[in-house]
């Protein structure tokens, strides 16, 4: 394999070649280096996908390509097939990362993360491994800087479904019920809420609780104080044969 140069002088990026044992070493402790790098940045700031996870990403990715240049007849082998197929199987593994809770969708960012990270793993696999080390700082970057952004983006934005003018107020509807009853209550609480264009579904989750029972709790923004709305939908949603008990209160920043 040719080794990447700069005028006449090789890079000091450069390693060995890939299908020498000190090669394949050194480019096997580089992808393992960077995976551990970007799995540190996630795991410090407390989110999925961990050191273990994106070094065994990063070192299998690496992997199943170097196997390509580690075959006795390169001059019959397609260096891109199997990136291709770690690029269509790395898309399962995250899909399965991916949750959806009521209207919110979980693991995105997870999921992005370890599809970036198979690419480095990749990347490991040139002569020049600077290209890797750049990937996976641009990574390291990208989530330090930009997911907070993000998130106070998220924070700070305007309500889309009254006037913009109007400031936002969330409440918590909680509703309890028969664990074997909770999905379908779940369901029409979600009709409900889905059904008044003045209330905006943020989340939903459910809690298991003592003897046969699961609270359900609903958190929604609406208008400000518009009270009046959280108690009609809350009547609607009591009006359930299947409702043991059903509340709401005004969640504050601090909850």
Request: proline share 2%; hydrophobic share 45%.
């Amino acid at each position: 394999m040719c080794k990447h140069r700069i005028g006449d002088e090789q890079t000091l990026w450069v390693i060995h070649d890939l299908t020498s044992v000190s090669g394949f070493l050194l480019h096997l402790l580089v992808a393992a280096v960077l995976g551990y790098a970007i799995g540190f940045e996630r795991q410090w700031t407390r989110h999925q996908a961990g050191t273990v996870t994106c070094m065994m990403v990063v070192v299998g990715s690496f992997a199943f390509t170097a196997f390509g240049f580690l075959l006795t007849v390169p001059s019959n082998t397609d260096l891109t097939r199997i990136p291709g197929q770690i690029v269509t199987g790395i898309g399962f593994l995250g899909a399965g990362v991916i949750l959806k809770e009521g209207g919110t969708i979980k693991g995105l960012t997870t999921a992005a993360t370890v599809w970036a990270c198979s690419a480095i793993g990749i990347l490991c696999c040139l002569d020049n491994v600077f290209y890797a080390f750049a990937c996976s700082m641009a990574l390291v970057f990208l989530h330090l800087c930009f997911h907070p952004l993000s998130v106070w983006i998220e924070k700070n934005r305007r309500y889309k479904k009254t006037r913009y003018d109007k400031l936002e107020k969330m409440y918590k509807i909680s509703v309890i019920c028969r664990d074997d009853q909770a999905s379908e209550v779940k369901d029409g609480i979600m009709q409900i809420i889905t059904a008044e264009p003045n209330a905006l579904l943020h989340d939903m989750e459910t809690v298991d609780m003592e003897g046969d029972q699961k609270k359900i709790r609903a958190f929604i923004t609406t208008k400000q104080n518009n009270d009046a709305l959280i108690e009609k939908m809350l009547s609607e949603v009591g009006a359930h044969d299947e409702i043991i008990r059903a509340g709401w209160k005004v969640v504050e920043d601090n909850d």
